[in-house]
DNA sequence: CATGAATGAGTCTTCATTCAT
DNA sequence: GATGAATGAAGACTCATTCAT
């Protein structure tokens, strides 16, 4: 019985978190960090302002949670992928796919996630920015191993070392998708961000 | 005479000015710009508070100038490079160098510049946004430009639209340099980022 | 119980926003509002800076609120005796009595009052400014028509039109008892100033 | 030659700092002390701001100086009327049309004088307002003098002490005069103050 | 002697954080 | 446990005054 309602407490008090990051999410890629103060956040998401506190130790450690699940959600998403067994190719298409959705479908959230992830604006996010860059090594080497796999089978020609492919292959998704998220009506190309990586990845790789 | 002396004047002004928009770029880049003051910007330019307010009207003036000011530098010396009549292979390999050593003399400039051109945290920016961004479609539109030419010279395979395969050398060139600059030593990869990036361009178009 | 506990925080806080009014009226009636800082009232009052603008919205703000309370109580006291139904005499012998008491028992706030009647030093105060005008226009109004059915009744002499024997009573009034305030031992008249306006008045319109 | 010398130079620099003054009153009436800053006055007048010391030993003493002398001005113009010999009834109207004149020409020395007449916002000004206290309440004898000498001839009525009929015309001066000041087209009086004011007077003290 | 660039103390205002209810 | 009023430290910016040229 304790345990139980213990655990609905938990789950409930968890509940609550995820309500003051979805709208801290909303706010910080509104406005930026600095232009939100934990007040509004509070008066958004309908807590008193001490109430965050019981959450988060404080504005930073918010920040820093919210990072994190995002950082969390997409790797996540992105690991799957790439953890199959489909062929190398697929698993690359399906990669790229993967992204163009998550960028699609996450805008606020991406533009959040690469405003912090590119700099060091943060002292304070030292430790955080490990954790995240450590992820992304992460998925570089799972896409090198792919690589380097389709290589081994002599699927994809060795071009480069599998390691720069995969670093190249997620710098132009990145930029492609960004791209069409920043105007997707007045792009100079007409096609979608996959196909196009598509093209320019059998250019590269492809026999 | 008169006129001698005020341009002493104008140029001893301007060099002030450049002293504090030199340690204003070193302390954003380090601190970013929400956590630093303009008191400490004046301590650390020696000079009193009041007198960064002879330079700039205000601290958003300040950073605005700062940003403008690494964005000229950074696309003065590429336009330059893409402007002149060597052949289109060469021009590109160039503009990678070029960049490198732009990455690499300016660490922190490029560090801060980056930061400030993924995300619209600041309203604030917008108009410096709009000028910049600008900038980079004149340096795509020019880097496609040349891979139009080199297709018709049937120097490069008709791989993909121009634009795209601009967009795709600029956000590869991008990322190696990043990631050489976040941490030049413990990369999986010793090969300079210009080798690789000329490997992979000459397997994307090359015949 | 929730209406009463909301009502009692109400007032509470009104309570609170008074104190703040009393201390900055004897602050700025003694130093003039550019020589008395946020702080010190905030000091003076015993409240922190910060809770100064949970009442008001900024200094300029705190300085309108509380001419505009001075004024609403002058006017309100002033305007009650006017809209008796005594006979004329009495009731501008009771006008100049309560103008004298509310004179003597707020000496602070005419002072204060007066300065910022006087001149348009603020551009900030221009709709507060119109506003007192509109009051003081209507209380010379008010007196105006008492002279004038006065004049109807024959009881007083039709002199001059009823609104400059307004303007010229209300300036008199102030003159008198301004001078009895600035220095109530050191006059060269020992007479209570009611006494004194009311013979000047009976020679002017008296028969 | 030296005297000459030096005594061109000191009318030279009382020329100059009399500009100041000028240019001080205008920005001073217009926008209020604390509106007004040492370097718009320098600017204002074309001296360096330096400069302005070498006139006035600082911002506080420049205000005093000025209020001082605008004090003179109208003081000797009302005591030269004053202190003739012609009948007292004339004294009185000539009193009345001169300082009906000074009002006229000096509309901005004037707002600016009753602001800062007024009231005792400066600690500051507590020398300076003690000095012009001390004319005005010479003023005043002198009128109440005139009083008394026209009461002694049996030409006004001894309707109350001659000190307070001075009080009164005084005031009534002043009010009319400011009203007109504030608001020449839309009051509701379309007479010359110094009509209605002789009116008023002859009804007062009038046999 | 005039200049005006430089100074830095002082002001208003915001907001993360706490704690009495 | 939740609340939100109160706190006060910190920051951007101004301006009277000085002093090297």
Known sequence: MEACKSSRREREKLRQRQ??????????????????????????AEFATGTLYKFFRNKEDLYKALILQLSDRFYAA??????????????????????????????????????ETR?????????????????????LLSLASIFECGMNRKRFRRIAAPYHLAL???????AFLFHWIEDPQGNPYPEDPGTILNILFKGLVGS
């Open 19 to 44: 309500e003051v990051l979805d709208v801290a999410l909303r706010l910080f890629s509104e406005k930026g960090y600095h232009n939100v103060s934990m007040h509004e956040i509070a008066r958004e």
């Open 78 to 115: 992105i690991t799957e992928v790439v953890a199959g067994d489909a062929p190398e190719i697929e698993k690359l298409q399906t990669y790229v796919r993967v992204k163009g959705e998550l960028f699609r479908n996450n805008v606020a959230a991406i533009r959040l996630y690469f405003e």
């Open 119 to 139: 700099g060091a604006r943060f002292k304070v996010m030292a430790g955080t920015e490990r954790e995240i860059r450590k992820r992304h090594q992460s998925v």
């Open 168 to 174: 190249a292959l997620d710098s132009m998704a990145n």
